[in-house]
């Protein structure tokens, strides 16, 4: 054994002292970083009004919290109501969010200000996926999972404070929402006795309906029968200062305005309207990148497609500047981004670099990213729409209002004084709408009325929403239902298509399409293809490689069209994972999918979530008693499946290569992106449409025409 010389001793002394520190740094860290936190929750605006609301929220049965974005009342209030009490019996706080992302990163926010692991005390649903735990008290969540939890549990016995947050975006989640809560309230104040004394009558399914008071509600009494309800409170929170019309609707409840800090924003005008608004935003962040103070920048696009192209074009212009003017770094946030990226863009940006946040409108008001000091709006939102006289239900790229105008120059002025650049001319700003128009008003309903039915409120017309939908688009959207099979012609839920379509978490075409998949076997195939359709983009073509693409896709592509093309790309990905899972650790394995993915131009994030929701509805589809069987190399049963749920988008080729959709009678085109853009089928269907200069459809199959008649006799016939 070599002797110990004194350096030796002195090194290990040093080494010593060096853990020593380092152990030291360990603990100083997180607890410097909880001191920081507490600073930052004391400092927020709603912090000074922490009692207030305390007390107003036990006063009323349902409040109304207005404030500025940033100001605190979605980490926050839920933090207080815990702490006030509102949590003993075990009671839960649920908060809802329109978005998903928000519902996310709120939640692992406020999780850390408490000190907690995700998903304990502290947790998050959204559809396929749940972060939540028998410990869990503060429960955010989107607007639709708390409707779905409505199917389970009626009287949502489990929450004590159902907070409902950025109500003013006024989603049809959230209206349905409203007025399902106002009857909850009205349930629950009445206790157990007047629950159990209510006349009922059982329905097939095993629900109850009531009839109370003259509203119809529905339940599932076994689980309230002798047990006590106690009282629901409601809390409307919204950004905007309108508070009126939610105040109205709950009779006259009681609004408290919490005051925001706001510094003043610059606002900047193009002197011309933008021909090309992507060019326009490119531009501009390299005009504030090279001119401008520190401060991070905040970029509104309308979806994925744009921020990833976006995100491409600043990383191509980036080495034409000099070495020390590179320092810029791009974070997207969207909505189907997975979680752990979308925590990336709350992370401050390495000493001497500029962020720039490339969003969508999702950063308007439901999440607050710190440091940003510089706007760039180009005045675009993605919305979608519904046009009841043909039944479809096209997205659509429009301008936004000059509420959302405001709230995202807003954005720029948290911290300081900022400057917000619109990419159109001031005159073009007085010509905007003031408000966005409720999603209610210009939306497909079969949905809403597949959960209200599946709620036992079988009167859609007569049920009190916050603002009616349109008659039309009511009747329309009971058609599309009775037409999939989901009503029966006294318009009440199908047993056992509607019912079953109630359950699955997915937009009744898809549903329909497992359904039928599962009784002609071929269910593993079409629960691939549902996930592949639920995820945005599955594959990129960048500009400069676009030939590159067009042979890598080749390679995955079905000539019988885009459904079968995904399901090979999902295959392919999967057998490629299981090999490397073979020979190399999980995270190497996922490491080279991703780089298997960026070789054959897919977009990895996009794999990844399908196969997050392709677990989900598979497991769905199981506890409903589904077979999940495969119908092996033939796929014929798979199109002919797709052929009997898609029906209602079957279109024709017409003799100039436009095809004409045969239910709207729309004039349609291919997209450049289907693997059928060339080949020109007779007859097909499709998954999408989407409107730009041309009516566009996304996600098509070729079919045989006489399918039609035979699979969907309720719509077409074959002319003698
Ligand atoms: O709901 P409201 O817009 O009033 O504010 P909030 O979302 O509760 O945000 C309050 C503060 O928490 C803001 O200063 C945010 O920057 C910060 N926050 C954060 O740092 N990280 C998050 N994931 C969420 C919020
Ligand atoms: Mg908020």
Redo the contacts with the bound molecule.
Sequence with gaps: MPSMTSSDSAQRQSNHNTDVNQLKKLKAEPFARRQKIEQHRKS?PIAAVEKVLLEEVRNNDTLIVV?E????????LPQYLNNGGFCRNGGIIGITQPRRVAAI??A??VAEECGVALGQQVGYAIRFEDATSRSTRIKYMTDGLLLREALLDSYLSKYSVIIVDEAHERTVHTDVLLGLLKTVQKTRSQGVSDAVNIDHREAKNGMLLEKHNGSEVASILKQCRGKKLSPLKIIIMS?SLDARVFSEYFGGARAVHVQGRQYPVDILYTRQPETDYIDATLITIFQIHMEEGPGDVLVFLTGQEEIESVERLVHERLPQLSESKRKLLTFPIFSSLPSEKQMKV?MPAPVGFRKVILATNIAETS??I?GIKYVIDPGMVKVRTYEASTGIEPLIIIKTSKAQALQRSGRAGREGPGKCYRLYPESEFDKLKDSTTPEIKRCNLSNVILHLKALGIDDIIGFDFIEQPDRIAIIKSMELLFLLGALTEESKLSDPVGQKMARLPLDPIYSKALIIASQFNCLEEMLIVVAMLSVESIFYAPREKLEESRIALKSFASPEGDHLTLLNVYRASEEFLQKSNLVNSKEKAEKNLRKWCKENFINSRSVKHARDIHSQIRRNAEQMGFHVTSCGDDLLPLRRCLAASFFLNAALKQPDGTYRALSSGLTVQIHPSSVLFRMKPDCIIFDELVRTNHNYIRNISRIDYLWLAELAPQCYALQE
């Design positions: 927020l404030g974005t940033g100001s605190g009342k979605t980490t926050q990163t709120v692992k926010r950004a709350f999440v607050t710190p």
